[in-house]
Structures are given as structure tokens and as C-alpha cells.
């Protein structure tokens, strides 16, 4: 036995990564103040929301993976059940409903299963060697989809592709076979035309809109188009702090939520822009290492997968503040002001430093 | 941990590392797609976006002009701007709309028209715009409306400035009135140009001098949120306001000439000869210009464009009359410039004849004339002699030299929609009718019958070329531009149009004696009207028939239908050495010319010309007949 590389850990959280999760939570205060138009009571609840976010990190950096790894078909199973929860008290009292209230303080169970289902996922798949086969696949996609039907059933159409990426990389990490994900990829390429053509003229109109937001300026196209001259017009070194024309007089809609990556671009510029991003990349870059070097296969898959999907998030909600992807309900993680997400993203970096930190049983 | 688990691990590990390989190449490649698309934004369209940027904030916003007042020539204010309290809603601000008006309404009185029109805007306009609901609050409504506005949201009362035409009715055939822009409107302005503005001159001098009366735009750059409100000025340009409009028009005049009209529909126009300056331009019955400002209503308009007596028709501008024998002082001339000899003598049998024709053309005086010269044919207003004269002269000759003298075209007024009247011709009556010209008709147009059609403005404003010897000149209703900004006043000259050469100028010196003695001779057929005036002046009765009498019939006033009756004209200038003032006057269905329609001019001229005017003497309301009782004929 060789002893395992113990670090100094302390409270087995992991340095570098905790250093780039509190800068990235520092710029998300300092860019709030901006796109909340200097509301110092908005930023008070969001440096709460990042103080509960570090609690549950800190706290789920204690559990060690192998404990993380048994309670996988709990956590999900309780999951699937809070969704039908969620949808039956929806139901009752007649409208969309994502919450469950708690007394205390309201709950949105779907975030649970950002973390479920690739912890369930990576538990279902590595009961067996690697690579999975086509049985486990598909298995391990109905526990995917599952929950991804449930919440598109809410309806909130972002959570749900959140949780089906998640699900989907652990599947990939896992060793999917190049060939299926092939088959799968020209399955749904031949797929497209064909429901092209199942549409009606409005929803074809209405997803032509998503990629070309011209051709409905203050329709449907409104806030890619505000929100590309918010980009555009900050140029190399942005407007300043507080300055953003685009911003402080309100032409960027959601833009403490979704669109805050717009004012931020406006008010620091491609610099600011590229410093921002480095900083997600070294986040994510560290998120992969840890996956790298993980102790076992299920500790590798579930950090690859939380890791890989924060970058999913990343992509996404960059690429649809700069118009080269559809809008749709994806958070700029960890800056855009918001609850839930914040806590859930806190907690797979909790993960993440309990694989990290958990090594002294090393198998040789 | 057995062998076999322990090579499984391997190969599992190095299944998971290579596929987050192959992971981060791909992230790798999608953040360089990310930062190409930055640096595209960001640097290569950034003047574009900066631009673009530059053009959402930043707004113009208008500050509509005061428009010009209208005075008269003594300053007398025709048309100047009240302060109105109007209520306005910006819609964005209120909670509930229906409740809002439904509770308003209790307190303020909300015509269907002020919803409806206010629902039109509500769509066109933006929501964080305010809107007028109502405009021209009464006071009652005001004080009720100020005790409860903490009630409310997103209405306020506003003071705002409201055309008002102090005189009402007295000058509206002159000075029209402005009404709220309409979508006709919209197709022809410069919408600029009328940005914050909701009026726009629709008739009169408040149309002809929109450009002037308008004022120029000013602008506020404002930079504006999202939702257009204004977060603070950057710069400003002011308006300018409309230039003011002084009128020729003696008010006073105005009044004494309209009141002396009386209950008649015609119209009175008075000029002074040397400028073209008209004094008085009334044309009766008038109407209130006031409502017309927000819009009448419909029942109203209904009422004023079905009444028999026509107010809305502005007799004055675009009445077309038969001259009748007001037209004899030119044709006068005619006989002279064509070289007849003013002595020449006609006889009047009480009636004229062409040859080969047993029509007889019958003389005013039934027992005729005797034997007639120029001067006595005039002075007498002899019908025989003038079918006489135009017969031998010709319609082609008879249509250019009253041409000459401007009848036939418009006279350049500034007013919209003059028209040209008619001077017949032959190629007229070909053109028009399809027919050939008669003889008879040019025997009837000696006595300015027939086709020949003039207005009132015609009427005056050739009275007054006479009076200049031929010098034509432009009448005109303003006398000059103020601009109060600029502190200038631009004053109108004269502007001659044209002088009718004669052969002789004693052909006007003739004419004009022979017309004195219309009024001041012991025959003249207006003799009565002339008896002691302060001045000389030369005048012309005309009779014009309003329906033909059959051969041998007599007319007899009291027997027929008002409406069918003579129209009564007269022509003067006063005084007859230094003419001042030239009057036309035009009494519809007032019998002969010199009953009703000179006696209307003696005062005008009396009122223009000595500053006091007779009180009016009450109409007899039973018609005598006068018709054989004197020497008041056409």
C-alpha cells in the first residue's frame, strides 16, 4: 500500500478549484450590481444564495464517493418521486409548477436530478465492466429520459436538456460505442426534415425566428438582437462599469439572468470577455483533471459528466447571448442571478472535491 | 482486488480518459467557435454595433411651435391661442383602462367621440406616450376632476394651448379655421414638420398661411430606456413660433357691412383700389369656426351643411352671380376704346329687337328711354342702349375686353379655391355646350345677363381697376408677416398685375362722371342713396334675374317665391377724385340694386370713409312694389 497522496487537505476541499469558484462568484456580485441597475438588496440575496452554495459544497466535499455512489438509486428514485409530486400538486392547483413548498423555503426537485441522473447513471453502468452494452445503454437512457419527460412536462424545457447532457456524457464517457453515437446522430438528422414537414407554418416560423432573430425584430427576435448590439457595441476594451448603454437603460431583457454574459460583454469588452471565459475554462480544465486522475470509474464518470456539463452550460448560454445558438433557458452558471442553479452547480463541485480529496484507498 | 478486476480497472480508466480526451477536443474547438464569434462582434462589427447601440438610446423629441395669431389691420386679434385643460392618460402607467375611464367618467363627461377617438389612438400611438382623452375641460370639470386626481394613475390634467377665434362667427369666411390633422392631411404635409403638432389650418387664411402661421419644430434629444422614457436631455433646439398675420380687414368695417346685409344671403367686398388691400370680405350668413377646431360633431355639421341658406358656402370668394348692369360701366369703355362716339344716340322704345326676329329684349322702364347717349344710358341704366351696343360689337370683342379687366380669371386673392368665373365666348359655348353662339345671346350679355358669371371679389376688384384707370391690382387680405421672434414685419407690397391700356384715358375720365351721376344726378337710377353723402362717389346698380320671364309677362315681386327673386347688386367707389375704397355688394334675392344692395355700399363707404354710419332703418317687412314706383332700376 502506498500511502495515498495526501495532501494538506483542509475540510478535503480542493484549492485551485475553490479559488476559481469564488473568483467566478466575486464577478457575478460585481456584475449584478450593474445589470440590477445598483440594487444593493439583489445583491445581498445573491451573496446569501453564494453562502448557502459554499455550505453545501463544503458539505457534500465530506461524503466520500463510495458513500455518493450507494446512495445514487436513492437520490434518484427519490427524485423521479418528487417530480410526479411536483406534476400531481401542478395539476391540483391548475398551472405550471416547478416548486414544492416547503415551508422553509421552496424547492425545485428537478435540480435534484442534475445530479441524479449522472450519479445514477455512472452507478447502473459500472456495476459492469466497461464498455456498456447495448442493454445497459438502453437502460441507462430510459434513466435518462425519464426524468427529462417529467420535466419537460412542467414544462422547463432548459432543465430538461440540462439533465438529458448530463446523463448523456456520462453514457459517452462510459465508452458508448463511436458507432451508436454515430447511428444516433444520423438518426436525427434524418428525423429533422421529416418533423420539418409535421409542423405547422407558425411553429416553423416560430423556430425560423430562434436562428435568425431578424426577421422579428421586436417579436421573438427582441432579445438576441438587443442583446448582440450589447455585445457588439462594447468592442475591445467595453464601456466601462456601469456603463453600459444597452444595460442601464434596460434594451437587454432578463439581463441579471439569462443575458447577463451581454452586459458584461458591453461593459468590459472583448478583454473582459476573454478573462471571464479563461476563468470558466481553468474551473472546467480542473473539473477534468479531477476526473482524470479519479480513484475509481464511478468517481471518473460522475466528475467528467459534472464537469463536462458545466461547460455544456457555459456553450450554450454564450452562444445564445451572441446569437449563433436559439434562445433558450439556460443560466450563465454561477454569475447570472438565480437560486437553484446556483446551490445545484455548488453541489457537483462539492463532488467534485470529495472524488478529488478521497484517495487513501487507492486499489493497486 | 483480483488480477482480473485489477486489468478491467486499467482498462476502464483508459476508456474513460481517452473519451474525456476526446471531450475537451471538442470543447476546445466549440470555445474557439465561441471567441471567433466574440472577436467578430466585438471587433470586426463594432462601429456597426456602436452605432447601433447609439441610435436605441438617443431620440428626438418635438416641441411643436405656437402658432401664429391673426390680427386685423387695427390689431384687433381674429385668432390667437387659449391655454385648454385636457386630460391625458399614458396608458402604460394605468392598471385597468375600463375602470379607469368608467370612474373618470363619473366626473368628467366623455362623449362616444372622445372614446373613440381615443381608443383609435390608444393602437397607433405607444403606450408611455400620454394621450388626450378629452380636450377643453369646463371649469366645473376641472375643479372636479383636481380634488380627485390622487384617485388615479397615469391620467393628468395638462394645460395646453387651443386655437379660439375670439370673434366666432364674424370672420369666418376670412379667416377659416384649423382643425386636428386628418389621414388626408397626413398624405400631403411634411410629417416632420408637424411632429408634436395635432392642427392644421383647414380653411381661409388659417390654410392659405399654413406655412407661415405653423412655426418651425423644435427638438429635445433625449435619451431614452427600452421602454422610451426619457432618463435625461442632451440637447435642445427651440421652436420657433408661427409668424402673426396681419389682415387688411377693418373689423369694425366688417361688422357695419354684415349687419347691414342684415337678414339677406350675399356677400359684401370692399377694396381699396391703390393696394388691392381688401377692407371687408363678408360673405353672410357665417357660422362658429370654433367647434370646428376639435371637430364638429355630426349632428351639427349636418345642420350646417343642409340649410337652405348655405352658411358654409363663402359667397364673397366662390359665390358666382350674374353681373346684371353692373357690368354696363365696362361695356361703356368698350363702346368708347372700339371708337363708338359717346354721342351717338340710341332710341329705346322700351325694348330691342334683331332683325328677322320678333324676341323683343325689353328695356327695365317699359315705357323706354327716348333717345339715349352713352352718358345718359348709363346714368339711366338703359337697357336698349347696351343690347344695342353689344350687338354691334360682338361677343368676341365684348368677351376680351372684359377679360382684360380680369373677369373670367381668378384674381390672385389669397385665398384657396378661387374660381375663375365665366366670361362667355364662342369657343366657350362650343367647348361647354357643344353649341354655336346666337346673337341673342350677345345682346343679352350687354346687359350682363346670360352666361357672364362673377364673385363678389370679382365685382370689387374691377370696380377698383376702374377706379385706378385700368391698373390692375392683386387684392389681397393680409397686409403683413410678423415675425415675434425675429422681431421683423415683413409688409406685402402692392403687386400690380397688369394696366389695361385704352385708347384714351378720358374714356375713364367719361365713364367715371357718367357713374357719378348714377348716385349724385338729377336721373340717376340710385339717386336716392347718393342724397347726403360727405363725398363723391361713382356707383352702378345691377338687378340680376334669378329666372326668365316669359314674353310679354310682367315680374311681379310680391308673386313669386323669395328664392326666385332678383338678386340685388350694386358697385361704388368713393371718393371719385382720390378713390379710397371700391364696394361690391351682392344681396340674394334683395330685388332691384338700388333698393337694397346700395344703400348696404353707402354705409360701408359712409363707415370707411367719415367713421360714423346712419343706425340701421328696419326693413319693411311687406315688399311694396317698387318695381314701378321709381327711378331704382338696374
Known amino acids: 500500500m502506498v500511502d495515498p497522496i495526501k495532501r494538506d487537505d483542509f475540510w478535503h476541499l480542493d484549492p485551485p478549484l475553490l479559488a476559481g469558484l469564488i473568483l467566478l462568484c466575486g464577478l457575478s456580485l460585481l456584475i449584478l450590481y450593474s445589470a440590477g441597475g445598483e440594487d444593493l438588496s439583489l445583491l445581498f440575496r445573491q451573496g446569501v444564495r453564494v453562502l448557502i452554495g459554499f455550505t453545501v459544497l463544503i458539505a457534500l466535499a465530506q461524503v466520500p464517493p463510495e458513500t455518493l455512489s450507494r446512495w445514487s438509486p436513492h437520490i434518484f428514485g427519490v427524485g423521479l418521486g418528487l417530480l410526479v409530486l411536483v406534476l400531481l400538486v401542478g395539476a ?26 449522472p450519479m445514477m447513471v455512472a452507478w447502473l453502468l459500472t456495476r459492469k465492466t466497461l464498455p456498456p452494452g447495448w442493454r445497459d445503454v438502453l437502460i441507462a437512457l430510459g434513466i435518462v429520459v425519464a426524468p427529462v419527460l417529467l420535466v419537460v412536462l412542467q414544462p422547463d424545457l432548459g432543465t430538461a436538456v440540462l439533465i438529458a447532457v448530463s446523463g448523456l456524457i456520462a453514457i459517452f464517457l462510459a465508452g458508448l460505442r463511436w458507432r451508436y453515437l454515430l447511428l444516433a446522430l444520423a438518426a436525427l438528422a434524418a428525423a429533422g426534415p421529416f418533423s420539418w414537414s409535421m409542423l405547422h407554418e407558425y411553429q416553423q416560423r416560430r423556430i425560423v425566428t430562434l436562428f435568425d432573430p431578424w426577421s422579428d425584430p421586436l417579436g421573438a427576435g427582441y432579445h438576441t438582437i438587443q442583446s448582440i448590439i450589447a ?16 444595460s442601464q437603460l434596460e434594451f437587454i431583457p432578463e439581463r441579471s439572468t439569462d443575458f447577463i454574459f451581454a452586459v458584461f460583454g458591453e461593459e468590459f469588452g472583448l478583454i473582459g470577455a476573454l478573462l471571464l471565459i479563461s476563468l470558466y475554462i481553468f474551473v472546467i480544465s480542473r473539473g477534468i483533471y479531477i476526473s482524470f486522475y479519479a480513484r475509481d470509474t464511478f468517481s471518473r464518470l460522475v466528475a467528467g459528466s459534472l464537469a463536462l456539463t458545466f461547460f455544456f452550460y457555459l456553450f450554450v448560454n454564450i452562444g445564445m447571448v451572441s446569437g449563433i445558438l436559439p434562445v433558450v433557458g439556460i443560466p450563465l452558471p454561477l454569475v447570472s442571478y438565480g437560486g437553484t442553479s446556483m446551490v445545484t ?20 | 482486488m483480483d488480477e482480473l478486476t485489477l486489468k478491467d480497472y486499467l482498462r476502464e480508466t483508459s476508456i474513460v ?49 405656437v402658432r401664429g395669431q391673426i390680427y386685423d389691420r387695427n390689431g384687433v386679434i ?24 368608467q370612474q373618470v367618467g363619473q366626473l368628467v363627461e366623455l362623449s362616444e367621440k372622445d372614446l373613440e377617438r381615443f381608443k383609435e389612438t390608444l393602437h397607433a400611438r405607444p403606450g408611455f406616450e400620454a394621450q388626450t382623452l378629452k380636450a377643453g375641460l369646463t371649469d366645473d370639470e376641472v375643479g372636479r376632476f383636481a380634488v380627485n386626481q390622487h384617485r388615479f394613475n397615469g391620467i393628468e390634467l395638462r394645460a395646453r394651448l387651443q386655437r379660439h377665434y375670439p370673434l366666432g362667427a364674424e370672420l369666418v369666411h376670412v379667416v377659416g379655421y384649423v382643425g386636428r390633422i386628418s389621414e388626408a392631411d397626413l398624405g400631403q404635409i411634411d410629417r416632420a414638420a408637424y411632429r408634436g403638432t395635432d392642427y392644421i389650418g383647414k380653411l381661409g387664411i388659417e390654410d392659405r398661411y399654413e406655412d407661415i402661421l405653423l412655426g418651425t419644430v423644435g427638438y429635445e434629444q433625449v435619451e431614452t430606456n427600452a421602454h422610451g422614457r426619457v432618463v435625461r436631455t442632451l440637447a435642445r433646439t427651440s421652436p420657433v413660433a408661427g409668424g402673426n398675420v396681419h389682415l387688411n380687414i377693418d373689423t369694425q368695417l366688417q361688422k357695419v357691412a354684415r349687419e347691414s ?114 352718358y345718359n344710358a348709363i346714368v339711366q341704366s338703359c337697357d336698349v342702349y347696351f343690347y344695342q351696343l353689344a350687338h354691334s360689337l360682338g361677343i368676341d370683342k365684348l368677351h376680351d375686353f372684359l377679360t382684360g379687366y380680369g373677369l373670367g380669371r381668378t384674381t390672385g386673392v389669397d385665398l384657396e379655391g378661387e374660381p375663375s368665373g365665366l366670361v362667355p365666348s364662342r369657343d366657350w359655348k362650343r367647348r361647354a355646350k357643344g353649341q354655336p353662339w346666337y346673337p341673342g345671346e350677345t345682346v343679352i350679355t350687354g346687359i350682363g345677363q ?12 374691377v370696380t377698383g381697376t376702374l377706379a385706378n384707370h385700368g391698373k390692375r391690382i392683386r387684392p389681397r387680405l393680409v397686409h403683413s408677416i410678423e415675425e415675434p421672434q425675429a422681431k421683423t414685419r415683413q409688409v406685402l407690397h402692392p403687386e400690380v398685375l397688369e394696366t389695361v391700356k385704352l385708347g384714351n384715358d378720358q374714356y375713364y375720365e367719361r365713364v367715371i362722371h357718367a357713374l357719378t351721376d348714377v348716385v349724385h344726378g338729377q336721373r340717376g337710377t340710385a339717386r ?76 360701408v363707404m359712409d363707415y370707411f370713409l367719415t367713421g360714423s354710419v346712419e343706425p340701421l332703418v328696419p326693413k319693411k317687412s311687406k315688399m311694396t312694389d317698387l318695381r314701378d314706383g321709381g327711378p331704382d332700376q338696374t
Open chain 2, 78 to 101: 381674429l385668432a390667437e391661442n387659449l391655454p385648454v385643460y385636457t386630460l391625458e392618460v399614458t396608458p402604460d402607467r394605468v392598471e385597468n383602462m375600463g375602470t379607469l375611464l
Open chain 1, 345 to 364: 452547480l455548488m453541489a457537483g463541485f462539492g463532488i467534485l472535491m470529495s472524488i478529488h480529496t478521497h484517495k487513501k484507498f487507492m486499489p493497486k
Open chain 2, 450 to 461: 346670360g352666361y357672364t358669371l362673377v364673385t363678389p371679389l370679382q365685382l370689387a376688384t
Open chain 2, 528 to 603: 336716392r342713396v347718393g342724397r347726403g353723402a360727405e363725398y363723391r362717389f361713382a356707383g352702378k346698380t345691377g338687378t340680376a334675374q334669378v329666372i326668365g320671364i316669359a314674353q310679354g309677362a310682367r315680374y311681379d315681386e310680391n308673386k313669386i317665391a323669395k328664392r326666385f327673386r332678383d338678386h340685388s347688386l350694386f358697385i361704388a367707389f368713393a371718393p371719385v377724385a382720390d378713390p379710397k375704397i371700391a364696394v361690391a355688394v351682392i344681396a340674394e334675392n334683395g330685388g332691384s340694386g338700388s333698393r337694397t344692395a346700395a344703400p348696404i355700399a353707402r354705409r
Open chain 1, 231 to 246: 455585445v457588439g457595441s462594447g468592442g475591445v476594451y467595453g464601456k466601462g462599469w456601469l456603463n453600459g448603454s444597452q
Open chain 2, 261 to 374: 346685409l342684415g337678414e339677406f344671403e350675399g356677400a359684401v367686398v370692399a377694396v381699396e383700389p391703390q393696394t388691392g388691400a381688401l377692407l371687408a370680405f363678408v360673405s353672410n350668413p357665417v357660422y362658429d369656426p370654433n367647434p370646428f377646431v376639435n371637430g364638429i360633431d355630426a349632428k351639427s355639421y349636418k345642420v350646417l351643411r343642409e340649410s337652405s341658406s348655405r352658411p358654409l358656402l363663402n359667397r364673397a370668394l366662390n359665390g358666382r352671380y350674374a353681373p346684371g348692369s353692373t357690368i354696363k360701366g365696362l361695356f361703356a369703355l368698350a363702346a368708347l376704346e372700339n371708337h363708338r362716339s359717346p354721342e351717338y344716340a340710341a332710341f329705346c322704345p322700351g325694348w330691342f329687337s334683331l332683325k328677322g326676329s320678333r324676341h323683343r329684349y325689353r328695356c327695365w322702364k317699359r315705357t323706354g328711354h327716348g333717345s339715349m347717349n352713352l
Open chain 2, 17 to 65: 480518459q481517452s473519451r474525456l480526451i476526446s471531450a475537451a477536443v471538442i470543447g476546445v474547438i466549440l470555445v474557439a467557435v465561441l471567441l471567433l464569434r466574440l472577436f467578430y462582434l466585438q471587433v470586426e462589427q463594432y462601429q456597426h454595433y456602436a452605432t447601433l447601440s447609439q441610435d436605441n438610446r438617443i431620440r428626438l423629441v418635438p416641441i411643436p411651435p
Open chain 1, 92 to 117: 391540483i392547483g391548475h398551472g405550471a409548477q416547478r416548486w414544492l413548498n416547503l415551508g422553509l423555503f421552496r424547492f425545485q426537485p428537478a435540480e435534484i436530478m442534475k445530479l441524479g441522473v
